[in-house]
Each structure stands twice: as structure tokens, then as C-alpha cells.
């Protein structure tokens, strides 16, 4: 047997490190994902266990894969995701909504199927020889990627890309809400807000009035009382509302406390100083 595929054969010391102690990690993450009750969190651990994933591609000599892995899936999707998450907002209730019925049974099956197709594919899984990374990546590792996506498994690469884009369409059409009746102008808004008496000038910016600028936080009106018209309702709901009124009027009394403080000082101050000099 030759040195190289001797070296395909074998692994080393820091490799079974890497594998061993990444790969635990990777679960632990995968699991997370699953597991964790806030999207965000969820998010946050698929994210950690694609870059665990691309460390892994790297160390087996798949530069295109690993550098895909971070920058596309990672850096792009996974972020992207992460930010639409946080600007909407995905709370525990709405997983209980079953917008298709029956639509949990039948994911449940579908899932079950999937799972058996891929032990049966486990299973059946066999490598008699190792080429080694030398004799792979001989002519670029992205020319030998790509001869094996479209010469040997184009079939499965096209069927991916079906069901990638049957996934997309799918989401499309259930997130899709079909307008009854036509939009109202800006005008016909305006004045139904007028008929119905709400708040016609454009609503206060959060943090007015206030120490702080920031979306989950009340303005203060002059009197020192907060202004839910400065919060988002999708907050108020939520109960994610922080109020700063009774530490602002404190401030606000401390400083009218010395203001006054310093204005008797001055007062005082005159009239001991004239006793002083007659004195002398």
C-alpha cells in the first residue's frame, strides 16, 4: 500500500480530536435548534452548528464546500433569517395554529417516511476504498466537485433542486393573503381617522420626553406621564415595555430640588457678605 493511501486510511491524533470534540458540539447545537423554545435562539444554534460543519468540510480538504458553507448559509440565509426573526417576531403561540387540518398528522408521517429512507440509505451505504485527499482534489478541488455534481449524481443534485423550489413555492402560497377588496388611499385614511376621532397628527417618536431613545420605551409627556401612542402595540402585547417614568420624575425632582438649593444659596449669600464687611 502506498503513503498516500496508507494516510487515507488512517487518522491522526488531532483529527480524532477535532472530530470528537466539534462533532459534539454540532449535536448539541442541532438539538438546540430543535429544542429551544425562542425562534431566536433556535436561529442562533443552527447558525453555530453551520459553522461547525464547515470547519469539518475544511479539514477534509473541501475548500469550495467549507467557504460556501460560512458565506452562503451561514453569512447570508441563516443571518438573514436570524434578522427577519427579530424584526417580526415569532412567539410559542403561533405553532399552535394549524392553518391546514390535519396538516400535523400528515407532517408526522412524511417525517416518519424520511426517516426510514434515510436509515435504509444508511444501511445500505458501503465504501471499499479510499482515494485521499491528494488523488480527489488532483485536478482543483472545485473541478472535482463539480464533475461529480453533474456526471454522477446530477439525477439526485436536480431532484434537490425540485424539491428546494417546491419548499419555496409552498411557503409562498401558504403566506400568501389574497385582498378581497381594493386598498384605501392615504386621503380616504386620513379622513376615516377623522370620523372616528383618533389621533390625527402624526404620532410621537418613543423615547420623547425621556432619558432614553429606544422602540420599547414610553415617551413622557411634560406632566411626567408615559404616552402608549409612542410604543408599538405589537410590544404593549407582548408586555415588552420598560418604564423609565417614575426614574425620570425622580431625576426630574432631584433637579428641581438642587436648582432650588443653588437660587436660595444665591440669595443668601449677598446679605453675609455685607455683614462681613460692617463687622470689620
Known amino acids: 500500500m502506498s503513503p498516500l493511501q496508507l494516510a487515507a486510511y488512517s487518522t491522526s491524533t488531532g483529527e480524532a480530536f477535532q472530530f ?31 459553522i461547525i460543519l464547515a ?21 447570508a440565509i441563516m443571518m438573514l433569517f436570524l434578522f427577519v426573526v427579530m424584526l417580526v417576531g415569532v412567539t410559542a403561540a403561533d405553532s399552535l395554529k ?14 416518519l417516511g424520511f426517516g426510514i429512507l434515510l436509515l435504509a440509505g444508511i444501511g ?33 443534485f436536480e431532484i434537490t433542486g425540485a424539491l428546494l423550489i417546491t419548499a419555496a413555492i409552498g411557503a409562498m402560497v401558504l403566506t400568501h393573503r389574497e385582498r378581497t377588496e381594493r386598498a ?10 377623522v370620523r372616528e376621532g383618533k389621533h390625527v397628527p402624526p404620532l410621537p417618536a418613543p423615547g420623547v420626553y425621556a432619558r432614553h431613545n429606544a422602540v420599547d420605551i414610553a415617551g413622557l409627556l411634560p406632566d411626567g406621564t408615559p404616552s402608549e401612542l409612542t410604543v408599538s402595540k405589537t410590544l404593549r402585547d407582548r408586555g ?36 462681613e464687611e460692617a463687622s470689620k
Open 20 to 50: 470528537w470534540v466539534l462533532g459534539t458540539v454540532a449535536v448539541i447545537g442541532a438539538l438546540s435548534t430543535v429544542f429551544m423554545k425562542k425562534a431566536v435562539h433556535s436561529a442562533l444554534s443552527l447558525a453555530g452548528t453551520m
Open 55 to 75: 470547519v469539518f468540510y475544511l479539514a477534509n480538504g473541501a475548500y469550495f464546500l467549507g467557504i460556501v458553507q460560512i458565506v452562503v448559509y451561514t453569512g
Open 98 to 111: 394549524e392553518t391546514i387540518k390535519g396538516q400535523r398528522w400528515l407532517a408526522l408521517l412524511c417525517g
Open 124 to 156: 445500505n451505504a458501503s465504501l471499499k476504498q479510499f482515494d485521499g485527499l491528494a488523488e480527489a482534489n488532483a485536478n482543483g478541488n472545485v473541478q472535482g466537485l463539480a464533475a461529480l455534481i453533474f456526471t454522477k449524481y446530477v439525477f439526485a
Open 184 to 193: 384605501k388611499t392615504q386621503r380616504e385614511l386620513s379622513e376615516q381617522r
Open 240 to 275: 415588552q415595555i420598560r418604564d423609565v417614568s417614575a426614574e425620570a420624575l425622580n431625576d426630574l425632582r432631584a433637579l428641581e430640588q438642587r436648582a432650588q438649593e443653588r437660587l436660595e444659596r444665591t440669595e443668601i449669600e449677598p446679605a453675609t457678605f455685607k455683614r
